[in-house]
């Protein structure tokens, strides 16, 4: 079956630029995360959907970031007037809303490059 | 405080040869999960072996086996007959409150084992 898929797998851009990252969760799953992970190190949260409602943001390192799933399916994270310190994998991770151990399932992330 | 700590930067171990790998965690939650994840240099997360903090059975996963110890706050990971193709990052983490579906995971530094023939 189709796990979580996201686009693109590599991105780069200049500094200051806006960029779009995308994620498709796994079908019927109500959850969806994302992550930052910087080089060398284990992934951050950044936020967190509840179908197309954005429950938990509190991860978001600035109001440069902003992610929305409009219709509880795909979902967007955006990054604005981006910086270097931005550089990083960004990883997208859903989840069934029931189930005893609400394991996560990631996708193969997103590596953005500011240069 | 650090919730996740992973005090092995990098493990070496010979194919065949059981590796442990060390997780301690934080937190006061009574009710909490501990995963442990693998991400090979692909880049994805796989998941491994899940405990739940109310388990009175260690996990185990095949070759992957949790050493749950509550009391000392510890969940470290057992893989037993490495293969070459266990070489890869590992990372333990954690959610605490386990059934409330939104509780993000928070993970430690992780660890590189490297497995040689």
């Known amino acids: 079956g189709a796990g979580v898929s996201q686009s693109p797998r590599y991105k780069v851009a200049k500094r200051g630029q806006d960029v779009a990252l995308r994620c498709d969760p796994i079908?019927?799953?109500?959850?969806l995360f994302w992550y930052q992970q910087a080089l060398g190190q284990g992934p951050e949260f950044l936020t967190y959907?509840?179908?197309?409602?954005?429950?938990?943001k509190s991860g978001l390192p600035s109001d440069r970031f902003f992610a929305e799933r409009p219709e509880g399916s795909v979902s967007t994270l955006k990054i604005q007037r981006t910086q270097q310190e931005d550089s990083a994998v960004y990883l997208c991770?859903?989840?069934?809303?029931?189930?005893?151990?609400?394991?996560?399932?990631f996708g193969p992330g997103t590596r953005l490059t500011v240069t | 405080a650090q919730k996740i700590t992973q005090t092995q930067p990098g493990m070496f171990v010979q194919e065949k040869e059981a590796v442990t790998l060390d997780c301690t965690y934080d937190?006061?939650?009574?009710?909490?999960?501990l995963f442990w994840y693998k991400q090979p240099s692909s880049g994805e997360m796989i998941f491994l072996i899940y405990?739940?903090?109310?388990?009175?059975q260690n996990a185990t996963e095949g070759r992957y086996s949790l050493n749950f110890q509550k009391a000392r706050k510890s969940a470290n990971l057992v893989i037993s007959a490495s293969q070459l193709g266990d070489s890869a990052m590992y990372f333990c983490?954690?959610?605490?409150?386990?059934?409330?579906?939104?509780?993000?995971?928070?993970f430690g530094k992780g660890t590189t084992l490297s497995v040689s023939s």
């Open positions: 991770a859903s989840s069934l809303i029931l189930g005893v151990s609400y394991e996560q399932y």
């Open positions: 079908s019927g799953h109500v959850s």
């Open positions: 959907f509840q179908n197309e409602a954005q429950l938990d």
């Open positions: 937190t006061s939650d009574p009710s909490y999960g």
């Open positions: 405990q739940g903090s109310y388990d009175q």
């Open positions: 983490a954690m959610r605490e409150g386990v059934g409330q579906a939104g509780t993000a995971l928070i």
